[in-house]
């Protein structure tokens, strides 16, 4: 079968099937998040307020101390969010927003590097920046491979693992919550848990994606999209 017709197949069987309601909740969940934390910080960049919880209130002023490069990695990151329901859900077809994803993600992964210079949370957040980071690069530069290749269900695969793992960001906020929340009881400050709460959020992204895309389940639907009738 060629990499058009398979690719015609798969964005009409993934239609029909769908995906179960786990990973549904939790990617239009961490889609949510991701705006709303890149929203956040963009009106404390441009509106910062003295008032509020002095942890908070730290955590805005560590961010302004470089915003260029802050604003070069979330805007990408806003975009490419935006932009990765269009491509896996096949909303539209153009070819550009698949390219404009992989652009966009290397410019993510790129800047993700400078952000762990100013890491919060010292060097268990930096190492876990590099660990997730260089694995989301690696998966995407496979997934342009297959893709520039003509391989589209093994590009869809290592697709879905990057978008995984990157979307891990989101996953770390509830867990920075339950940690601020506690803290008048642990009395650990960020610098204390950030790194521990990226560790978790991303090892939890990863680790579910990876269960998902080796159940019986996503080969069941690998098979259709490669076997299925040619339109």
């Known amino acids: 079968m060629s990499a058009v017709s398979t690719r015609s197949v798969a964005t009409g069987t993934t239609e029909k099937t769908g995906y179960p309601y786990w990973l549904r909740i939790g990617f239009w969940a961490c889609i949510a998040i991701a705006v709303a934390v890149v929203l956040r910080r963009l009106v404390a960049l441009a509106h910062p ?47 550009w927003i698949e390219q404009a994803l992989f652009f966009l993600g290397l410019v993510v992964g790129i800047t993700a590097y400078g952000m762990s210079a100013y890491a919060v949370g010292g060097w268990i957040e930096r190492s876990a920046v590099l660990f997730f980071n260089s694995l989301f690069l690696f998966s995407l530069v496979r997934a342009y491979w297959y893709m520039r290749h003509g391989a589209f269900l093994q590009e869809r695969r290592w697709l879905i693992r990057a978008i995984g793992i990157l979307l891990g960001i989101a996953t770390t906020r509830p867990v920075m919550g339950i ?30 994606v990876e269960c998902w895309l080796r159940s019986r389940n996503y080969q069941t639907l690998s098979d259709k999209m490669a076997f299925g009738p040619e339109t």
């Open 49 to 95: 307020s003295p008032s509020g919880p002095p942890q908070l209130a730290g955590l805005d002023r560590a961010f302004a101390s470089h915003t260029g490069l802050t604003l070069a990695h979330i805007l990408p990151a806003l975009v490419f969010v935006v932009l990765v329901p269009v491509v896996l859900l096949r909303w539209s077809k153009a070819a």
């Open 179 to 208: 940690f601020f929340a506690t803290s008048r009881l642990t009395h650990l400050e960020p610098r204390q848990f950030f790194g521990i709460a990226f560790w978790v959020g991303f090892s939890i992204n990863t680790i579910a």
